[in-house]
Every structure is written in C-alpha cells, then in structure tokens.
C-alpha cells in the first residue's frame, strides 16, 4: 500500500483543533509531547504503517498513534434502510518540537 493512500483525509473538528493546540510538558515518568492530529485512514492500515506515513508526508516525528475503527451509521432514504461506510480514525500525536500547520 502506497503511503499516499494510508492517509485519507485530516479531521478538521473543534475538538481536533483543540487538541492539536495543546501540549503537555515533560515529567519524570513521561516525555514531553506534542498536539494530537485527527485523520482518516485507510481500514486495512497498522499502526507502524500511519506513523510512517505521517512521518514522510509531513515531515514530522510521531511520537505515538491511537486508532479506533468506526462503523457506519444506519440511514433511511424514502421507504428503504441503508448504512454509511465503516472507516477508520487515527489519532497522532507528534513530540513537542513539532507541529502540523493544517489545523
């Protein structure tokens, strides 16, 4: 899978953005890190394969990744009953010396 397909999209949200502004300072136990970046990320991507993809595409040094996959809600259009698609959303949170300037 090329590393241009891994990513899909950035999730621009409130709580995107807020928690891409935020950063959390070093202490014993713990490094200090950096802002966490929503996307949208291909189903069949690892968490190795996001970090790397993030790493290259812009330029940044991922500290950690978290994902989750989401199942489609269910829709009605007229008589009949449908589903959006499943996806995947994964969260990246970069070290401190480092930001995205998407958001």
Do not use: C
């Amino acid at each position: 899978m090329d590393i241009y397909h891994v990513i899909k999209r950035p999730l621009v949200t409130e709580k995107g953005t807020h928690q891409s502004q935020q950063s959390h300072e070093a202490t014993r136990h713990r490094r200090a890190r950096g802002g966490a970046y929503a996307f949208e990320v291909h189903a069949e991507a690892s968490k190795p394969v996001i970090k790397q993809a993030i790493e290259k595409i812009y330029n940044v040094k991922v500290q950690s990744v978290r994902t989750a996959r989401r199942t489609g809600k269910t829709r009605r259009v007229r008589y009949k009953t449908g589903k959006t698609a499943d996806w995947k959303k994964a969260v990246v949170v970069l070290n401190a010396d480092y930001h995205i300037d998407l958001f």
